[in-house]
C-alpha cells in the first residue's frame, strides 16, 4: 500500500504568527527578559509578519537573540510555556489549516509538521493538531540550562532533508505527497514533493509558485484550537504542558541561528 504524506511548515502557515516569539510578554513576567528584550522580539515579529526577515536581518536577531537565552533555566522556561502554551497559540491557529490537516487525515494521509521553532514547543503543538510526526530544531542543554548552542536546526535544505529521511524510514511517496509553507526558504522542502503549495506566500516564494506552477492558498481565519475537536497522534492532552519546555529556545532557532557546523 503506498503511504503518502503531508508536511507542514507552521508559523503563517498553521499559526498567524511566530508561535515562539509570541511568548515574549510572559518571559518577561517571568524574569527571564528585561522590557528592552520584549520590545527588540516584537519588534522582529512585526519584520516578519510585514514582509518577511532577510537572510542578513534574521542573522542579526539570531546573534541577539542566542545571547538573551543562554544560561536560562530549563524548569522556569518549562512552567512559563505550561501556563500559557493553551492562551498564546490558540487564538492564532488558522481555520483553513486545521481543515486540511483533518482532510489529509481523512484520506489516511500521514501528518507532519517541519519547524525551524524549537522541538519542545513544537511538538505539544503536533499533539494539539493530531499531528503523527514533528521534525523541529533541538537546543543543546547542560545542567539544566541552555548552552546557546544547536544540535540540530531544522531550516532551509535541512527541512529537505528531513523530509527525505522520514520518506525512507516510513516509505512515503513524496511523488504523491504534498507539502505547505509561507517562505521562499522552505523552498528545498516544497521541491520534494509532487504537489507543493505556497501558503500566504512571501513575495519571493510567490514568484517562485508562480514560476513553477504550485498553488496558492491564502489563509485568513484565525481559530481557537480548543474550540476544535482533534485527536492527539500518540502524546495525550495531559502530557502537552511537560512538552512545552523550550519555547524561546525555539524562538532563537526561528530567528534564524545555524547549527555550528553550517556556519563553518
Do not use: C
Not at 534574521?58 to 546573534?63: P, Q, T
Request: charged share 25%.
Amino acid at each position: 500500500m503506498t503511504r503518502i504524506a503531508a508536511f507542514f511548515d507552521l508559523d503563517k502557515t498553521i499559526i498567524a504568527r511566530s508561535s515562539t516569539l509570541a511568548f515574549s510578554k510572559h518571559f518577561q513576567a517571568g524574569g527571564l527578559i528585561t522590557r528592552a528584550a520584549m520590545i527588540r522580539s516584537a519588534y522582529t515579529q512585526f519584520v516578519y509578519v510585514v514582509g518577511g526577515a532577510d537572510h542578513d536581518q534574521m542573522e542579526k536577531m539570531r546573534k541577539a537573540l542566542s545571547e538573551m537565552v543562554t544560561g536560562w533555566d530549563v524548569a522556569t522556561v518549562k512552567e512559563i510555556v505550561a501556563d500559557t502554551l493553551h492562551n498564546v497559540v490558540d487564538p492564532l491557529v488558522y481555520e483553513e489549516a486545521v481543515q486540511l490537516i483533518e482532510q489529509h487525515h481523512a484520506q489516511g494521509h500521514d501528518v507532519i509538521i517541519v519547524s525551524a521553532s524549537g522541538t519542545e514547543l513544537v511538538e505539544p503543538i503536533g499533539a494539539m493538531l493530531g499531528a503523527d510526526h514533528v521534525v523541529a530544531t533541538q537546543m543543546e542543554i547542560e545542567d539544566g540550562r541552555y548552552t546557546g548552542e544547536i544540535a540540530l536546526y531544522a531550516y532551509r535544505e535541512e527541512k529537505a532533508r528531513a523530509v527525505q529521511q522520514l520518506a525512507e524510514r516510513f516509505g512515503y511517496d513524496l511523488e504523491q505527497s504534498y507539502a505547505y509553507s509561507d517562505s521562499v526558504t522552505d523552498t528545498p522542502m516544497l521541491e520534494e514533493v509532487g504537489h507543493a503549495f505556497a501558503v500566504n506566500p512571501d513575495k519571493d516564494l510567490r514568484k517562485v509558485a508562480k514560476e513553477r506552477g504550485w498553488d496558492i492558498l491564502v489563509f485568513n481565519k484565525p481559530v481557537a484550537l480548543r474550540s476544535r475537536v482533534l485527536t492527539p497522534s500518540t502524546p495525550t492532552l495531559a502530557a502537552l504542558a511537560v512538552g512545552g519546555a523550550v519555547a524561546i529556545a525555539g524562538g532563537v532557532i526561528w530567528a534564524g541561528t545555524k547549527r555550528r557546523r553550517l556556519g563553518a
